[in-house]
């Protein structure tokens, strides 16, 4: 075997809380390699702020989570999903502490924050950088298993099908099998071929697909890319949430201002100095995250304003200061205090709602192919994610996974057939203004055309322009030798693609995705748009 084929039982591609999470509970069982296109904790879990959510306090029950969960997602929710990732999440939340995650506490328990949506205070967090802690214990553990290799700077290209064997997939059929992906590894520049008994996609978010983003620049989307590809069921592409509140600062690159901050007696004021949430909802501030931002939206886009102020200066300056360390100094960095003023703040891009369907044991529709995370679509979430419940659908549907993995890989082999990654013919590229402008321009389309509010002739537009970067880029891609940037690019385009092919489907406003064209909830328009 040449050095660029490498074999393994299970395959993990993201080093998030998805793919850490399942390549622990795993590796008792066999080989784990976890390919990671950054290094290790770079992913959406290391920034989460707000925390998890979970029923901890004595005074809330499942049922309550579970009723929030459910009147968050708009009538499309899986309740049985929802009842199964919600029952599971406070055993999650005992085994990170067991091992070793230490959460913000006050007089001996867990300290419970609240957010939008959510009828109780849940939200277990360490102070605002839960996602830091999180990452941190699951890497710790991963580094301290002998069998997990961790692969930093490797990029996950293509997942291995039947297709790579000279099959013909025409559509989706219930028996293709994958069996491993093609991998670049970036310091060596060479293509590796990994072949797997189990592959796992847990590669997150894709909100650089959008201008304005709270995602890190790894969030592109390259799983659902890879995974319709590979013509595996994808659903609710257009569902796509924005957070109400990012600091409005040239150069903050959207830094998320939590929802906790709302849940811990913030207010929101349009620029004129009125407090507007109660016009638009009786839960103001604490109404679902769609409607905050829509308000927000339409403040912006009435009165013609460039952000709304989010205030908690009311609040002792230490109360503060303690619960949110982070956002305190990353604010005074630009000249913000916010324990004396205001803070001037925008919605952006934050979470991809829907993704690769799989079943709540993170089964895909392609054999041997299991998704987890934000990249997978459980039916937890439907048509509107409540907030927090992403670090506990990551963790919850990793382990559920593992367990079923470990099932899989007793009847699964390799497949050595599997042809080494073909680039005769190709070139290095030149032209690299086309990636960089090509990413530009489709943020921009995707921000202006398929945002907050949507209609009929912006998704059209939308559309048609996408269209055509696919052609150019593809024809690029063909020629050209593999570069990250290029298949980000390709892979973005892919996303796009779907979201607005999902979102000119859905007849009817609902949860997040919002069209006046159609403002209405339609009861028949009551299902996934699957593709
Ligand atoms: P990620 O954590 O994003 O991990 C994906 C991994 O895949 C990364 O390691 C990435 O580098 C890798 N990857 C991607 N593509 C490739 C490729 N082609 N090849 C190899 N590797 C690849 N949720 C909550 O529940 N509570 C919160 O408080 C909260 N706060 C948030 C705050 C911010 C600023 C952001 C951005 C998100 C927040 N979320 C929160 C959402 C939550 O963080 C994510 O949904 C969750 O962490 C996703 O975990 P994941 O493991 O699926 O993906
Ligand atoms: C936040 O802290 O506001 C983010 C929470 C989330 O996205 O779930």
């Not at 609902?510 to 328009?525: K, Q, S």
Request: hydrophobic fraction near 40%; glycine fraction near 8%; include cysteine.
């Amino acid at each position: 075997m040449s050095k660029t084929r490498q074999q393994v039982d299970f395959l993990v591609l993201g080093s998030g809380a998805a793919g850490l999470s399942f390549a622990i509970q795993v590796a008792d069982f066999g080989s784990v390699a976890v390919v990671t296109k950054d290094s290790a904790s770079e992913s959406n879990t290391q920034y989460a702020q707000g925390g998890i959510a979970a029923v901890m306090d004595a005074a809330d029950s499942i049922e309550n989570h579970v009723r929030d969960t459910l009147t968050a997602g708009a009538g499309l929710c899986d309740e049985k999903v929802v009842r199964t990732i919600v029952g599971d999440g406070p055993t999650e939340i005992k085994r990170l502490i067991d091992e070793g995650a230490v959460f913000s506490s006050s007089n001996g328990s867990l300290h419970l924050g609240r957010e939008g949506g959510h009828g109780k205070s849940r939200i277990v967090h360490a102070a605002d950088s839960t996602g830091e802690v999180v990452e941190e214990s699951l890497l710790e553990r991963v580094k301290k298993h002998p069998n997990i290799q961790m692969l930093e700077h490797h990029f996950a290209l293509e997942l291995i099908t039947d297709h790579h064997l000279g099959q013909h997939v025409s559509k989706v059929r219930p028996d293709i099998k994958c069996f491993g992906a093609y991998v670049y590894n970036e310091g060596a520049d060479a293509v590796e071929t990994w072949l797997a008994k189990i592959t796992m996609l847990a590669t997150g978010g894709a909100g650089q697909v959008y201008l304005h983003t709270t995602n890190p620049s790894v969030a592109t989307g390259d799983g659902v890319a890879m995974a319709y590809r590979a013509k595996a069921r994808v659903a609710n592409m257009e569902f796509v949430q924005f957070h109400p509140t990012t600091l409005f600062h040239d150069e903050a690159k959207s830094f998320l201002i939590s929802e906790a901050v709302r849940g811990e007696g913030a207010i929101l004021l349009n620029k004129g100095g009125n407090r507007f949430m109660a016009d638009y909802d009786p839960r103001g501030e604490l109404a679902p995250r769609d409607i905050v931002a829509r308000a927000i939206d339409n403040e912006l886009k009435t009165r013609g304003d460039d952000h709304v102020w989010l205030d908690i200066s009311h609040k002792p300056s230490a109360f503060v200061q303690t619960h949110f360390p982070r956002i305190y100094s990353r604010c005074l960095e630009f000249g913000i205090d916010i324990t004396k003023e205001k803070i001037p703040v925008v919605p952006a891009a934050h979470y991809m709602c829907g993704g690769v369907f799989t079943d709540v044991n993170g089964q895909t529709s392609i054999e041997h192919l299991l998704a987890c995370g934000e990249v997978a679509y459980t039916g937890l979430h439907g048509a509107n994610r409540l907030a927090s419940n992403s670090l506990l659908e990551a963790l919850v549907v990793g382990h559920r996974s593992a367990v079923r993995a470990v099932e899989l890989s007793k009847t699964s082999g390799w497949r050595h057939e599997i042809p080494d990654w073909d680039d005769s013919g190709t070139i290095h590229p030149v032209e690299w203004i086309l990636i960089s402008h090509n990413k530009d321009e489709l943020r921009r389309i995707m921000w202006d055309y398929v945002g907050i509010v949507r209609s009929t002739l912006r998704l059209e537009r939308a559309r048609r322009r996408i269209d055509l970067l696919h052609e150019e880029t593809e024809v690029f891609y063909r020629r050209s030798r593999v570069s990250i940037g290029l298949c980000e690019l390709r892979n973005m385009i892919a996303v796009a693609h779907l979201v607005i092919r999902s979102a000119s489907i859905r007849r009817e406003s609902r949860g997040l995705h919002y069209i006046p064209d159609f403002p209405e909830l339609v009861e028949n328009e009551r299902r996934m748009t699957l593709i």
